[in-house]
């Protein structure tokens, strides 16, 4: 049974007003395009989840889509700054909760274990338990001492971009690997955008590639140059530029809105916003090739 279908109908389908959304993708792989269609679609009240909420957060926070944030890190990755989030933090326009990276982690293995929370290790993160009552402890029964727990984070959906996948949504990802897999068994849907859809014959190829299987996933969409202005491994580089941009953009709400008019509410789908960036910026996100050597399974 084939789970093709198009971007805009899969949010449509499985993105809920008041839905906790969780965007995976550490630093590589991070949907924008996803992001930009539920901004289209006009979805509200949502709870947007993210170890890093990046300039996508940014975005659909300025759009009005969310009443609340639950992250692990935020900013502007090598810049500064997200200013929309921060302003709508420091105001109280939006509620949020933080965690270290390893508390989210731990949350999200957690739902994808299926388990009531999950012990960690005491961090270096003491200010952040003693302000967030998720972080709890409790006793070791091995022991006797003390450890902390958070509880499980279960995504209504999850929106995971990857190289590729086939059309039940076997989904292979490679380069930086960041929280996907956990964040596809920890969610109660999962819609993947896809570089390239491939026979099933490719995902089988090389199955040590393949980090979610399609049991657990709700929808495919072929939507290539999805992660942009982040990256894919092996399809394009990340645009620096346009992040440095950003920070100047999300001074004042008017070039927000400006920015958003023309790139988001503008563009119908993520092939036009391609094409609208124009072929010198394609040409300086080529990633070129440097292709990997072939691993023999053998033949039994």
């Not at 993105?15 to 924008?32: M, N, W």
């Not at 300039?55 to 900013?75: E, H, N, T």
């Not at 996907?180 to 859809?197: D, H, K, M, N, Y």
Request: with cysteine; glycine share 8%.
């Amino acid at each position: 049974m084939t789970k093709l279908t198009t971007l805009s109908d899969a949010i449509r389908t499985h993105v809920h007003h008041g839905d906790l959304v969780y965007a995976s993708g550490f630093t590589h792989l991070i949907p924008f395009a996803a992001g930009h269609e539920i901004i289209r679609q006009g979805i509200k009240e949502l709870t947007l989840a993210r170890a890093t909420p990046d300039l996508i957060y940014d975005q659909m926070v300025a759009a009005g889509c969310a009443r609340k944030l639950i992250f692990s890190y935020m900013g502007n990755p090598g810049v500064g700054s997200l200013r929309v989030l921060r302003s709508a933090i420091e105001s109280g326009q939006l509620d949020w909760e933080e965690y270290s990276h390893f508390g989210m982690i731990s949350r999200l293995r957690a739902g994808a274990s299926g388990l009531p929370f999950m012990p960690m290790n005491p961090t270096g993160a003491e200010d952040l338990a003693a302000h967030n009552p998720n972080y709890q402890q409790v006793k070791d029964p091995y022991t006797g001492k003390s450890v902390v727990v958070v509880p499980p984070l279960t995504p209504d959906v999850a929106i995971i971009h990857v190289q590729r996948a086939d059309i039940q949504g076997n989904a292979q990802v490679w380069g930086i690997l960041g929280e996907q897999q956990l964040a596809a068994f920890a969610s109660q849907r999962v819609i993947l955008t896809v570089e390239e859809v491939v026979d099933q014959a490719v995902i089988r190829s090389d199955p040590n590639r393949t980090i979610i299987p399609g049991m657990v996933v709700s929808a495919v969409c072929h939507v290539p140059f999805c992660a942009h202005p982040s990256y894919t491994q092996g399809y394009h580089d990340r645009d620096n530029e346009l992040y440095l941009a950003w920070d100047e953009i999300s001074k004042t709400g008017e070039s927000v809105q400006a920015y958003l008019d023309e790139w988001v509410y503008g563009v119908p789908d993520r092939k036009t916003y391609w094409e609208k960036l124009g072929p010198d910026v394609h040409r300086r996100l080529s990633a070129g090739e440097r292709l990997s050597q072939p691993v023999n399974y053998g033949d039994y």
